[in-house]
């Protein structure tokens, strides 16, 4: 079962001007082949059906704690693809063609279908699939694949860095260079513990250092990088068997961190869109209906 904390992993900054090109970029790494959507669902349905797990206990630790912290992952890429995409409409009366500067820009369906909010697809706006999830059943093989998604994703977070500068976008993308840096990291250590070769001397793919980036240099001069967080009050303890000793690029000790990131924001909380009559089209009136249901508890 999950615990579910209404806080985003790192703060986003406020939404300024609407870049619905930029949102559609993102998409990608939220829906695409190698999105935070898929190593979610491949991570967790590999720990889902891991047989044995008693006996490689680490190794299961492992897999599922880092399918948990994906949750936060897909949360925090919505809320930078709503951050995008407030203020985009062109007005509140909706007899008025609000929508009507959006054609041509971004995903149709994001202001047809969801009402300026993130979707379940790629940057063409094509849905998610779930043949994209790799499940062998051999741990040697599913932690190469996972190798594989979290450097595949890295490349696509690095081509979308370069498609925009807008300051929601670079804040989400800094934090996740590190934190998918660790996965990548995580899953060659794991696979040099089983089989001795050394997979962590591939890294970093492509060959640019996260402190490269400056919104990832404010997360590795914290040390984040050298921090696995784990996300429950009891399990998955054993991941410290496979997440010690020092970080290959510059030596930042490994450690396993217990509870939430220290980076961690607040809750998302987009604004209400009158235009695509989001939350309803007299909020004012949900506003006061949902304050009645509060006195009363």
Do not use: C
């Amino acid at each position: 079962m999950y615990l579910r904390v209404d806080r985003l992993q790192v703060e986003l900054p406020m939404p300024s001007e609407p870049d619905p090109d930029a949102a559609a970029n993102v998409q990608e790494l939220l829906g695409g082949r190698f999105g935070e959507m898929s190593t979610l669902m491949n991570y967790t349905y590999q720990s889902f059906n891991f047989r044995g797990r008693k006996k490689v206990k680490p190794f299961y630790d492992l897999i599922a704690n880092i399918a948990t912290e994906e949750l936060g992952h897909i949360e925090l890429v919505a809320a930078t693809i709503n951050g995008l995409l407030t203020g985009a409409s062109g007005g509140e009366e909706v007899t008025d063609a609000p929508l009507k500067g959006l054609k041509g820009k971004g995903i149709p369906h994001h202001y047809i279908n969801s009402g300026l909010g993130a979707l379940a697809t790629n940057s063409l706006g094509k849905g998610w699939n779930g043949e994209y999830v790799f499940n062998s059943g051999d741990l040697v093989l599913d932690l190469l694949h996972n190798f594989f998604l979290e450097n595949g994703a890295r490349m696509a977070k690095i081509r979308v860095y370069e498609s925009t500068d807008h300051p929601i976008a670079r804040q989400m993308l800094g934090y996740l260079f590190v934190r998918g840096g660790v996965h990548a990291l995580a899953y060659a250590k794991a696979l040099e513990e089983l089989t001795g070769v050394d997979v962590k001397k591939m890294l970093p793919i492509p060959k640019i250092p996260d402190s490269a980036f400056k919104e990832a240099k404010q997360f590795t001069d914290k040390g984040m990088h050298g921090k696995l967080y784990r996300f429950s009050p009891d399990d998955f303890k054993d991941i410290s068997a496979i997440w010690s000793g020092e970080h290959p690029i510059d030596g930042t000790p490994l450690e396993v961190v217990d509870g939430l990131p220290e980076s961690a924001g607040g809750p998302a909380d987009p604004p209400e869109d009158k235009a695509v009559s989001s939350p309803g089209l007299h909020p004012e009136e949900l506003q006061e209906i949902a304050q009645r249901l509060i006195s009363r508890m």
